[in-house]
């Protein structure tokens, strides 16, 4: 992998990734761009004790362009776009319209090929290897600021999931702190390791799936299932078998392994509803891994017995049908899962590739 960092016409940060050593990133942004002025602030519900981003510039992101004018793909000629270049494997830059910034942490976006009809799925396991060690670089960088105090990596798909980007990207988020749901995770994992002098939460619920009939795909070095409270209607949890905190931690064999498994995975959610007209399936894939802030001494917990996971899942529950967040799950957090978790492995292993 080469990396080359740049400069966007405003000043953000642009940062190619290429499988070819001996490849040159020297276009300049063309663009008149001003520098960009964002107004994110940082509150804290004193009720739940939560934090909400407050960003109103971002009411004037780009919204469903035609594709000739997508802003993801390679700049050609005089159609200019967020990459300067005329071609990209994977690359990542400042969200122009980021929802964090300056204090409040940061926001990029992360391209994972220039072809603007294609998504990961379509992806060879060279390029989605490419992916993995951009999102591993970022994550080492972004910890480094001290405005971030938690990385998280991931995918929205699908207008239903409200992508209002066509062009295969997903996005990074440096959080100035631990997430609501991280902290919930942690606070189980200190009560798990007080109950059982010592153990851990994270291998204990990985030993009992992969014993279990919600294992979707199992590989030597990744684990895949659905979790036996699965929230949405088709949810896969997947797992590096070796316990590690974040991508830093991952080792080569479970590196060279990922692209393969990862890839089988969204291509099953792809076929989940084949035949009844339902594909591509929207879906989020999201990152989990251990904050870089210090984590209270009192719970007992290090960052070494948090696991690093990926979550994924889709809002289509049938055929024609989404799970919308009403009046349980929006208003008191209580999620109603409409399709058994063990039906939904089944359905996963029935629509394994060839």
């Not at 007080?194 to 799936?209: H, Q």
């Not at 339902?278 to 007992?300: K, M, N, R, V």
């Amino acid at each position: 992998m080469k990396k080359t960092s740049t400069r966007l016409a405003d000043g953000r940060e642009l940062i190619y990734y290429d499988l070819r050593d001996d490849t040159v990133r020297d276009a300049a942004d063309r663009r008149p761009l001003a520098a960009t002025v964002t107004t994110s602030e940082i509150r804290r519900d004193p009720l739940l004790g939560d934090r909400v981003a407050v960003a109103s510039h971002r009411q004037g992101r780009t919204y469903h362009p035609p594709a000739g004018e997508c802003p993801l793909c390679p700049s050609e000629g005089d159609r200019l776009s967020e990459v300067p270049d005329s071609s990209y494997d994977v690359v990542v830059f400042e969200n122009r319209f980021p929802s964090l910034a300056g204090d409040s942490g940061r926001c990029e976006v992360v391209c994972f090929t220039s072809d603007h009809h294609s998504s990961f799925a379509d992806l060879g396991e060279r390029q989605a290897r490419l992916v993995l060690d951009a999102w591993t670089d970022r994550t080492s960088e972004l910890s480094h600021l001290p405005s971030v105090e938690q990385v998280f990596c991931f995918e929205n798909r699908g207008a239903e999931i409200g992508v209002t980007l066509q062009h295969p990207h997903g996005q990074i988020y440096g959080y100035p702190f631990t997430t609501p749901r991280t902290a919930l995770m942690l606070r189980q994992v200190a009560l798990h390791k007080e109950a059982t002098g010592g153990g851990n939460l994270f291998d204990a619920v990985l030993a009992e799936e992969l014993a279990g009939e919600r294992v979707v795909l199992e590989g030597e070095h990744w684990a895949a299932f659905v979790p036996y409270a699965a929230h949405w209607p088709y949810e896969v949890h997947l797992y590096p078998k070796r316990r590690v905190p974040d991508l830093l931690g991952l080792d080569e064999e479970a590196r060279a392994e990922f692209p393969r498994v990862y890839l089988e995975l969204l291509r099953r959610f792809d076929r989940i509803f084949d035949g009844e007209g339902e594909s591509p399936t929207p879906y989020i894939a999201a990152w989990h891994q251990a904050p870089f802030g210090t984590l209270a001494e009192s719970d007992g917990v290090t960052r070494d017995d948090f696991a690093l996971h990926l979550e994924l899942f889709t809002i289509r529950r049938t055929s024609g049908k989404l799970k919308f967040l009403a009046g349980s799950e929006s208003g008191m957090n209580v999620f109603i899962n409409d399709v058994p978790p063990e039906r939904a492995a089944e359905r996963l292993r029935e629509v394994a590739s060839p």
